[in-house]
């Protein structure tokens, strides 16, 4: 019996076209279905497009419908292979994270770095590779699939612009490879215990604060009338500089503890937070409920901060400890 595969188109390089002003996405969710023919007596590929877009105009809004469209479809279908842009391909991988959680299907996002319609470009493979995922029984929740790596929605990052190389998984291994047609994993999936879990929120009122050296306090008061959460991008394993904790001191005072969430993350790509190992780290964390991002990569903290607010919770140590449980391999388990 063939499977079934919901084939979510979105826009992206992959679908693209030189519109003489640069690339554009012109392809329709259809126009697929003509490179993948080699699939047709393993599955069956049903075309959904979704909108045709570069991914930089990728938003919030996007992101809930194509976790509704799946929800509506997800008893009919084996898979979800969603074709996307690259350049925010980690945060929409992040948010479906944490939009559909506890999957038993696999829901694989996938782009390329050259259109389809190029001559030499890394779509075909990509797109096959990508199906060969959703086709194996071993597959489930939100994954990428990119240059033959097979990464958690929660640990993608592009580290690359235009190499064919470009998605890496950061501070946590690949999940499996795909190598001459064949699906290797290195990581078994754990069978879900729960059912598959749909939410329908994420709340904007999230704050990247990317820290420079020198930068003004003055900006701090209008941030936090502004937004209920601040991530910090700070410097190394993860420091405040001393003017902006004091600043945060003074205003904090003002809120109530659930109304607004300071986390601290740092400018290194690998390796994560560490607030304890220096004072101006530790500091921070003595006089501030700051929670610490660790190992998580930030598309995977902003997008999980998104849905946390959006759940509206009022209980300061729930959001806390859903910020710390573990969805999709986001976060090693804390000692």
């Avoid at 209920?228 to 003074?250: N, S």
């Avoid at 660790?294 to 509206?312: P, R």
Wanted: glycine residues 6%; negative net charge.
């Amino acid at each position: 019996m063939r499977k079934k595969i919901l084939l979510l188109t979105t826009g992206g390089t992959i679908a693209s076209k030189d519109s003489g002003s640069g690339l554009a996405p012109v392809l329709s969710s259809q126009d697929f279905l003509q490179y993948v023919k080699e699939f047709e007596k393993v599955c069956e590929l049903i075309p959904y497009e979704v909108c045709s877009i570069d991914s930089t105009n990728m938003d919030v809004e996007h992101w809930l419908l194509l976790a509704r469209i799946i929800q509506q479809n997800y008893d009919g279908y084996d898979a979800f292979l969603v074709c996307h842009g690259t350049d925010t391909m980690a945060y929409t991988a992040a948010a479906l994270s944490y939009l559909i959680q506890n999957s038993a299907k696999p829901i694989v996002l996938t782009g390329a770095q050259k259109s389809i319609l190029s001559e030499i470009t890394d779509a075909r493979k990509n797109l096959h590779d990508s199906i060969r995922c959703a086709l194996d029984k071993r597959s489930r929740d939100v994954r990428v699939v990119f240059d033959g790596k097979i990464i958690a929605g929660t640990r993608a990052k592009k580290t690359s612009t235009f190499s064919y190389d470009a998605f890496s998984s950061i501070n946590f291994p690949v999940i499996g490879k795909v190598q001459n047609d064949m699906v290797l994993y290195y990581i078994e999936e754990t069978i879900h215990p729960k059912e598959v879990t749909f939410y329908h929120q994420m709340d904007r009122d999230v704050f990247l604060w990317k820290l420079t050296p020198g930068v003004s306090a003055k900006i701090v008061p209008y941030i936090l009338q502004e937004y209920d959460c601040i991530i910090m991008e700070g410097f190394g394993v993860g420091g405040l500089p001393d003017h902006l904790r004091k600043a945060f001191l003074t205003e904090m005072k003002q809120y109530k503890p659930h109304e607004k969430l300071l986390v601290m993350t740092t400018q290194v790509t690998y390796e994560g937070s560490s607030m304890d190992t220096y004072v101006v780290g530790k500091a921070a964390k003595d006089e501030l409920p700051f929670l610490e991002t660790y190992d998580m990569t930030l598309e995977a903290v902003y997008a999980k901060l998104m849905w946390i607010l959006g759940l509206h919770i009022t209980d300061r140590q729930e959001m806390e400890r859903l910020f710390y449980q573990k969805v999709n391999y986001d976060i090693m388990p804390l000692s």
